[in-house]
């Protein structure tokens, strides 16, 4: 777990602008997620990558756009399109050849 | 796609009592489920985890039980104390690390 780290912990975004959130791995993991978790709810997901340079959309990816440019990097972007972002996000990360994943220590996005 | 249904959203238990939470899959394809203890405002970690080919799995005041036919799993927590009071997801998978999640429940022990 402690390999992943997600920055920034806390974020404001005013109406209109792109946000991203960055995180990065150090544990070689081929796969990385996006989750995103509203108060109260549970965690749905947004993008998900299992190879550099290759991602998928997830159940909500609309207004939302990340790349995997790096094995131990997924950004993700927060665009203007996305009417509704404020939410804790979650980045994970697993092994290709397995199904656990493990969790970094979110991100808090607030709308201003 | 698959579907989780986690029930309850609420549990209360007292100290020392034994707390369950159930789960309801859809896809009878899912191989793998996997159960979070989220505390306020952290991550979720993993707990305990099974796998299709195993029906229960324990590990020390935590087990899981898996019923593929019926297509629901469970966690069950023995001696429960104030330091289990969490969010618990359930989730499945049968594509590697896909996982869909319930929309969890909050464990309260009561001292």
């Not at chain 1, 946000?19 to 709810?41: F, I, K």
């Not at chain 1, 909500?60 to 972002?85: C, D, H």
Request: charged share 20%; glycine share 8%; net charge neutral.
């Amino acid at each position: 777990d402690g390999g992943i780290t997600q920055s920034p912990k806390y974020l404001f975004r005013k109406e209109g602008q792109n946000v991203t959130l960055s995180c990065e791995q150090n544990l070689n993991h081929d796969a990385m997620y996006w989750y995103r978790q509203d108060p109260g709810q549970g965690l749905r997901l947004i993008y998900y990558s299992q190879i550099v340079n290759d991602f998928q959309k997830g159940d909500i990816a609309e207004g939302y756009s990340v790349s995997r440019e790096k094995k131990e990097s997924f950004p993700l972007t927060v665009t203007s399109a996305q009417k509704n972002p404020t939410a804790f996000y979650l980045c994970a990360s697993g092994q290709h050849s397995g199904n656990t994943i493990y969790f970094g220590e979110g991100s808090w996005l607030t709308v201003v | 796609g698959e579907n989780v249904e986690q029930h309850p959203s609420t549990l209360s238990v007292q100290e020392g009592d034994s707390a369950v939470i159930k789960c309801t899959y859809s896809d009878s394809a899912s191989n793998y489920f996997p159960w979070y203890k989220q505390e306020l405002g952290k991550r979720p970690q993993l707990i305990i985890d099974i796998r299709s080919n195993v029906g229960e799995k324990k590990d020390q005041r935590i087990a899981v039980t898996l019923n593929k036919t019926a297509k629901h799993f469970s966690l069950h927590i023995t001696e429960t104390q104030p330091e289990d009071s969490a969010v618990y997801f359930c989730a499945a998978s049968k594509n590697a690390n896909k996982l869909v999640f319930g929309a969890g429940t909050i464990l309260r022990v009561k001292s």
